[in-house]
């Protein structure tokens, strides 16, 4: 006899307007399994499981949970329902501690629990299990995204949820922290819990799903078990053709010419310091920075970018100093700038596609949006490309794509590319890197962060390597670099220490 | 878009019926008759000249206050200053009165409403420059600073602004006729109201064309995005803060010169609030701004009357107001999570 289903989808739609973002979508979970849910940016991945949780009710169809519809009608009533979800963009408060976070979420809090009460020590078992290395008492403010990520899974699993939902939980990990959340997701499901992992890429799934779900357009069009399928079959499902990953960097040119030079930058934040960086970037040439999250990555890239100050340092682009020397000035960057984080660094949610498109037009005194907005929008597949559409419908990675259409768009004379591809799919990835190339091609110095490291093998020039606020290499990427080489300088480990 | 409509119809509809149950409800409490009450109310706020004139009257300072929590709400700051700024440019306008009583009326009232909106400016620019420098909340600073003017005032007319002539009455000289805002024959709609009309078209002009409400819009969404593209929030912190105690500043002058003719202690019944109250509802759009700034004002003007003629406790007029601002911020949420299908 088949197992019961803990929830089941039947026949659910769910339309905004004229746009069905889920449409006739059948599925079941069950107990102790973990179901990946793949398909391109937009097919409705988010919205489905929004449904289950609460968020929005669906239009059409219902959801059974353990047989019976279900009654839930928000976010809280479904966590007390045991289904608790972890989403792509985050909601921690910053200014408190990761513990403090955690006993806000935790069902169990009395109101007078305070920083020394003992009794609220099992709030942190999950975390203790999960990530060890999170220390309870720093500010969320100064972890990583990554680290944040998995604070909210553990606020998720504090409620003793039985069903899981992960939005796309490995694209802001470190390959090494994805690789630990795949063990715990499997150590969960072993306990029965019912796991939901909406992903893009290939790795998690043949890491820890049972079964595999693909959506196309709002509709489930495949449901497999792991095995089953290979996976270009699985990429032909999802994208309608199968999608082959190339990557050439654009030939070097051969005089370089310097043109975005980092002078010794120091620079302080809460819980993070730059020491004294320095890096020249030329004309046509892509380097890559990669580092361990959490180790100044993000401050590099907001002093770059003119938006946090320096203690002293220069960034020079094109003989024009770049960085703010104090909190009160501001400075418009000259640069084409992708932050990590779109939906809260580079977008204005509450205005249409067009109008965040111009944002360098309207923010510089101009009156109507730029011409060629609906061409951009085709050319980087934002979809759905209505150009008044308000930017806070979109999916994540068509957000994500949004952004790289307005700096990638017309030609740069720098580009700062914080993960240009996190939460993208197949073809969306090959779109910007082709686009990040061609912009290299022109004449740009690309510098590009990443935590992907075959990617920057694959594609940068030079690779540079972060470690606690300093850079501590810069390596030619001649084709001896390897994975583990690199991996061993970010993480400061001894190479023979390691071989040995 | 007749989805939008259809919506908003359904809410001002609910919001009236309901208030016009509660005030039932209240008038009985009261052991009046409800409805005769009501339709007293309806008659003191709109019934002839008169009572429009007196509803005109306090729409004027409501409007005016409204319009000056507007402009720096539109950015996202929540200022409660406008009664102080109000006091602000009483005090500031009084002083180009008394310091030149001679002057002509072609010099005395450019003169008096710029130092008026002076005044109130620079009531606002305080809180603001505090907020963009040094990242003190603009909604305690303006909050305290409404008690400080409200005790210069005092100061000033219990000191040495004190008309001698008036024996213990703590109050300026009567204003010349010079300094007495144009008012219609015979009523007390007066040059304030039609500054509050311009200055709300003015306003939708300057938040929903041109540059600068791009500039607002944008940092108003994301602050930080509005940064990384060269817009200083600090500076559009200070600049709509100054503006909007401009405004509250003129609406304190036209109260002095047009209603009581001479600077008193007592120049605002709460203005500035009811005023940041109906900016909240009409969500700092002054072409809505307009219309409730109107119903609010029949509404003070009408429970006035009522407690006159009507023998109901003077409590009366706020404690309706207060319904109907409960009523207008209950219904609509009320109404959205009645419906699970409406979309935020
Ligand atoms: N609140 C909303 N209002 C209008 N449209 C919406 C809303 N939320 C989602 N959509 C639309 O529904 C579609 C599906 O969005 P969804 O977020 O589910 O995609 P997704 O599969 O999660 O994509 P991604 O991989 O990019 O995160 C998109 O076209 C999106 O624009
Ligand atoms: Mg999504």
């Known amino acids: 006899m088949m197992p019961k289903a803990i929830a089941c989808f039947e026949n659910v739609s769910r339309r905004f307007g004229d746009l069905v973002a889920v449409n006739d979508a059948n599925l079941e979970l069950f107990q102790g399994d973990v179901t990946a849910i793949l398909g391109e940016n937009g097919a409705g991945k988010s919205t489905l499981m929004k449904l289950l949780y609460g968020v929005y009710p669906p239009s059409n169809g219902r959801i059974l949970i353990d ?434 | 878009m007749m989805q939008v409509n259809r919506d908003s119809i359904l809410v001002v509809s609910a919001t009236i019926l309901a208030f016009f149950l509660l005030m039932v409800g209240f008038f009985m409490l009261l052991g009046k008759p409800p409805f005769e009450m009501i339709g007293m109310l309806l008659t003191y706020a709109l019934g002839d000249g008169y009572s429009i004139s007196q509803t005109l009257a306090k729409t004027t300072p409501i409007l005016l206050c409204a319009l000056a929590a507007a402009v720096p709400g539109r950015l996202g700051l929540i200022s409660v200053g406008a009664e102080g700024q109000l006091y602000a440019g009483a005090i500031t306008g009084t002083a180009v009165v008394l310091a030149a009583p001679g002057l002509p009326a072609a010099l005395m009232l450019p003169a008096m409403l710029t130092s008026a909106a002076l005044g109130g400016a620079f009531y606002g620019y305080v809180p603001g420059i505090l907020r963009a420098r040094l990242h003190i909340n603009e909604t305690i600073t303006t909050l305290l600073l409404n008690y400080v003017t409200v005790l210069w005032v005092n100061a000033l007319v219990f000191g040495p602004w004190k008309d001698p002539a008036s024996q213990g009455w703590p109050a300026t000289i009567s204003f010349p006729q010079a300094a007495i805002l144009p008012a219609l024959p015979a009523s007390r709609i007066h040059l304030g109201l039609l500054i509050g009309i311009a200055l709300a078209i003015a306003l939708h002009f300057f938040f929903t064309r041109g540059a600068s409400a791009q500039k607002i819009r944008i940092l108003a969404g994301n602050r930080k995005v509005g940064e990384m593209f060269g817009l200083n929030f600090g500076t559009w912190v200070i600049m709509l803060m100054a503006m909007g105690g401009a405004i509250a500043g003129i609406a304190g002058i036209a109260e002095v010169s047009a209603i009581q003719g001479r600077l008193q202690p007592t120049i605002s019944i709460g203005y500035g609030l009811t005023g940041f109250l109906v900016s909240w509802l009409s969500r700092h759009q002054p072409l809505i701004i307009l219309p409730v700034a109107f119903l609010v004002g029949g509404l003070v003007a009408a429970s006035d009357a009522l407690q006159l003629f009507a023998k109901v406790p003077a409590a009366s007029a706020i404690i309706l107001q207060g319904l109907l601002f409960a009523v207008a911020l209950a219904v609509p949420g009320f109404i959205k999570s009645m419906r699970p299908g409406y979309e935020r």
Request: hydrophobic share 45%; with cysteine; glycine share 8%.
């Open chain 1, 67 to 500: 047989g019976e519809p279900s009654a839930i009608t928000g976010p809280a009533d479904a966590m007390s329902n045991g289904v608790g979800m972890v989403f792509q963009n985050f909601s921690l408060f910053p200014a408190l501690t990761v513990r403090e976070n955690l006993l806000l979420a935790w069902p169990k809090t009395p109101f007078w629990a305070s920083e020394r009460n003992k009794g609220t020590s099992e709030v942190l078992a999950n975390l203790t299990r999960l990530a060890p290395h999170i220390n309870p008492h720093s500010k969320v403010a100064n972890l990583s995204v990554g680290e944040q990520q998995l604070v909210e899974l553990c606020k998720v699993l504090n409620i003793s949820a039985r069903i899981v939902i992960l939005d796309e939980p490995t694209s802001v990990l470190t390959p090494a922290e994805a690789r630990h959340l795949h063990g715990f997701i499997r150590q969960i499901a072993g306990e029965g819990v019912s796991v939901v992992f909406i992903t893009h890429k290939l790795v998690d799934v043949e890491a820890c799903a049972d079964k595999i779900a693909i959506m196309r357009q709002g509709k489930i069009v495949d449901v497999s078990i792991r095995g089953q399928r290979s996976m270009s079959e699985i990429v032909t499902l999802m994208m309608g053709s199968d999608v082959k990953r190339t990557m050439s960097p654009p030939a070097l040119p051969k005089k370089p010419v310097e043109r975005l030079f980092l002078n010794k930058i120091c620079a302080d934040a809460p819980g993070m310091s730059l020491k004294n960086i320095s890096l020249s970037v030329a004309s046509g040439e892509v380097v890559g920075l990669a580092g361990v999250a959490g180790n100044g990555q993000a401050l590099l890239a907001e002093v770059i970018a003119g938006i946090h100050p320096v203690t002293s340092g220069d960034v020079v682009l094109d003989g024009q100093n770049l960085v703010r020397r104090n909190q009160m000035e501001t400075l418009a960057t000259p640069l084409g700038y992708i932050p990590e984080q779109p939906r809260e660094n580079a977008v204005v949610e509450s205005m249409t596609l067009a109008q965040n498109l111009s944002l360098r037009t309207l923010a510089s005194g101009g009156i109507d949006v730029n011409s060629d907005v609906q061409a951009l929008l085709t050319r980087f597949h934002v979809n759905p490309p209505e150009k008044d559409r308000q930017a806070s419908t979109l999916s994540g990675g068509n957000l994500q794509k949004l952004v790289s259409a307005r700096e990638f768009g017309s030609p740069r004379a720098a580009i700062l590319a914080c993960y240009p591809t996190m939460g993208l799919d197949l073809s969306a990835i090959q779109t910007i890197y082709l686009e990040m190339f061609a912009q290299a091609e022109a004449g740009a110095a690309v510098l590009w962060i990443s935590e992907d490291l075959d990617d920057l093998i694959a594609g940068a020039h030079r690779i540079a390597i972060i470690r606690e606020g300093q850079v501590v290499a810069v390596k030619i990427n001649d084709g001896s670099l390897t994975r583990d080489k690199l991996g061993a300088l970010m993480t400061g480990m001894n190479l023979d220490e390691l071989v040995a």
